[in-house]
């Protein structure tokens, strides 16, 4: 019954734009932890973005200046804004939520593809 549902995935040319979005429930939205993972063929998993209760935000280093996360709390709903993309961003994306000592879950998955 605890779902992250990800949205905004598909195709973009490099230096595109594209906005992902994961919804969830309000008790996960406004207790956890939320964030983006990633995870490119033959990678592992990476983290990408992740946002507090507060506003509080994390970047990866590849990210930084280009991904934007925020959070909706009207809407239960935390976005990953990504401008400049690269190729290299290519990956499946999975919206992530997590709370220590409580528990950790993960949405399906949207794919994002950056080619010309």
């Known amino acids: 019954q605890v779902q992250l549902v990800e949205s905004g995935g598909g195709l973009v040319q490099p230096g595109g734009s594209l906005r992902l979005s994961c919804a969830t429930s309000?008790?996960?939205?406004?207790?956890?932890?939320m964030g983006w993972y990633r995870q490119a063929p033959g990678k592992q998993r990476e983290f990408v973005a992740r946002?507090?209760?507060?506003?509080?935000?994390n970047y990866a280093d590849s990210v930084k200046g280009r991904f934007t996360i925020s959070r909706d709390n009207a809407k239960t709903t935390v976005y990953l804004q990504m401008n400049s993309l690269k190729p290299e961003d290519t990956a499946v994306y999975y919206c992530?939520?997590?709370?220590?000592?409580?528990?950790?879950?993960w949405g399906k998955g949207t794919l994002v593809t950056v080619s010309a």
């Open positions: 992530n939520s997590q709370r220590l000592g409580q528990g950790v879950y």
């Open positions: 946002i507090t209760t507060g506003g509080g935000t």
């Open positions: 309000r008790s996960i939205f406004s207790n956890y932890l």
